[in-house]
């Protein structure tokens, strides 16, 4: 299944250059934790694989309207931080970085003597969002908190 994500915008339209994105008529601060494995969790992610990874990676800002702001490896898996626009689920986005990655690393003659079976990433993911503006306690308290007077979440010493 190939997947395009193609995304036209101009200046006086939007702003993705910020970490809260405006977008038509939208507003968004989402940002994602993202990990993926190698397939059958084999340790082959070395630097020359990392380079690539990378080096695919750039550019999906301005292409597909992804931000990747850090990237890590351990030898069989990745970790990425990113933020993307919310009409986008996160697993487009995982398919469309897995399969961008791993057409270009599949040439590499180690890494197809490796993983015979034609595919780099196993089929399983984790993702998570992140907030810049709290945990998920913080959010808690904030939404259970709406419409109460200040007054009202003062701590009391003895009930009245």
């Excluded at 180690?110 to 196993?122: A, D, I, P, R």
Aim: with cysteine; glycine share 8%; proline share 1%.
């Amino acid at each position: 299944m190939h997947l395009f994500l193609e995304v036209r915008y101009t200046e006086d339209m939007t702003n993705i250059s910020s970490e809260v994105w405006r977008w038509y008529h939208n507003v968004s601060e989402c940002h994602y934790h993202i990990q993926l494995t190698v397939k059958y969790r084999k340790t082959i992610i070395d630097k020359e694989v990392e380079g690539i990874i990378l080096e695919t990676l750039k550019g999906f800002k301005e292409r597909f309207a992804i931000a990747i702001y850090e990237v890590g490896f351990d030898g069989n898996h990745m970790h990425v931080l990113c933020q993307f626009l919310p009409k986008y689920s996160g697993g487009q986005v995982i398919r469309l970085i897995k399969s961008l990655t791993s057409k270009r690393i599949l040439k590499l003659p180690q890494v197809k003597k490796e993983l015979w079976g034609g595919e780099f990433w196993t089929d399983g993911y984790y993702i998570a969002t992140i907030s810049s503006r709290g945990n998920r306690t913080v959010i808690e308290r904030y939404i259970r908190n709406q419409g109460r007077n200040t007054k009202d979440l003062q701590m009391k010493l003895f009930e009245g």
